[in-house]
C-alpha cells in the first residue's frame, strides 16, 4: 500500500488549494497528510493539469474523492451518492 505517498501527494495537493478552498477542509485533516506523508517521496505532480489528467495513486484518488464528497459536495447531493452506493445517511 502507498499510504504515506497518497499522503504525500495529499499534502502537495493541499499546499496548492486556494486559502478560500483551504478553510473548508478541516485543520485536522490537513495536519493528519503532513503528518502521515513519506517526506523522502518526491511528488511528481504538474499544477498546470488538472488533477485528474495527473498519474496519482489509487490511494490520493479516493482521499481527493473523500475531501469532494464531505466538504465540497452540497448535503443533499451527498445523501443521493450515498444511497447509490447503498450507505445510510
Known amino acids: 500500500m502507498n499510504y504515506e505517498q497518497a499522503c504525500s501527494e495529499m499534502n502537495f495537493i493541499l499546499n496548492?488549494?486556494?486559502e478560500e478552498d483551504l478553510k473548508l477542509i478541516p485543520k485536522k485533516l490537513i495536519d493528519f497528510f503532513e503528518k502521515n506523508m513519506d517526506k523522502d517521496y518526491i511528488v511528481n505532480i504538474d499544477l498546470d493539469?488538472?488533477?485528474d489528467e495527473q498519474n496519482l495513486l489509487e490511494e490520493t484518488k479516493a482521499f481527493i474523492k473523500i475531501i469532494e464528497i464531505n466538504y465540497f459536495t452540497p448535503l443533499e447531493e451527498r445523501k443521493e451518492k450515498a444511497e447509490k452506493l447503498?450507505?445510510?445517511f
Open 49 to 51: 493539469k488538472p488533477l
Open 86 to 88: 447503498g450507505v445510510k
Open 16 to 18: 496548492n488549494f486556494e
